[in-house]
């Protein structure tokens, strides 16, 4: 069977509603706001003992992003202009690269 890509008849089809409705994520939003509290403390714990240091890298960037939010992402470029480059290409048997191609080549 094929993976991926799109496939004849595959997904919801056109037209048809989602079954995730607004009032179903908003209640949804509320039951998980129940453990709020819990999921802090779990974070926390996390945070200071946890196992690896990427878990608690991690459980620290997401106390800070809930606490301070995530921090702005500047999208300025800055452009700088710099000279072209030269790019010269030698021939095996003309290591100085000075002699013009033979005629017979």
Same mark, same amino acid.
């Not at 949804?28 to 996390?46: F, Q």
């Not at 300025?76 to 191609?101: N, R, T």
């Given at each position: 069977?094929?993976?991926?890509?799109? #496939?004849?008849? &595959?997904? =919801?089809? $056109?037209?048809? *509603?989602?079954?995730?409705?607004?009032?179903?994520?908003?209640?949804?939003?509320?039951?998980?706001?129940?453990?709020?509290?819990?999921?802090?403390?779990?974070?926390?714990?996390?945070?200071?003992?946890? #196992?690896?240091? &990427?878990? =608690?890298? $991690?459980?620290? *960037?997401?106390?800070?992003?809930?606490?301070?939010?995530?921090?702005?992402?500047?999208?300025?470029?800055?452009?700088?202009?710099?000279?072209?480059?030269?790019?010269?290409?030698?021939?095996?048997?003309?290591?100085?690269?000075?002699?013009?191609?033979?005629?017979?080549?």
């Amino acid at each position: 069977m094929a993976r991926g890509g799109f #496939r004849e008849g &595959a997904g =919801r089809p $056109s037209g048809s *509603n989602n079954k995730s409705s607004p009032e179903q994520s908003q209640r949804l939003s509320e039951l998980a706001k129940d453990y709020t509290h819990d999921a802090l403390l779990t974070l926390v714990d996390v945070a200071k003992n946890g #196992r690896s240091d &990427a878990a =608690r890298v $991690s459980a620290a *960037n997401a106390l800070l992003d809930r606490g301070y939010g995530k921090p702005a992402v500047k999208e300025e470029i800055e452009a700088i202009d710099l000279p072209p480059v030269v790019i010269q290409i030698k021939a095996p048997d003309d290591p100085d690269g000075i002699h013009p191609p033979r005629a017979d080549d």
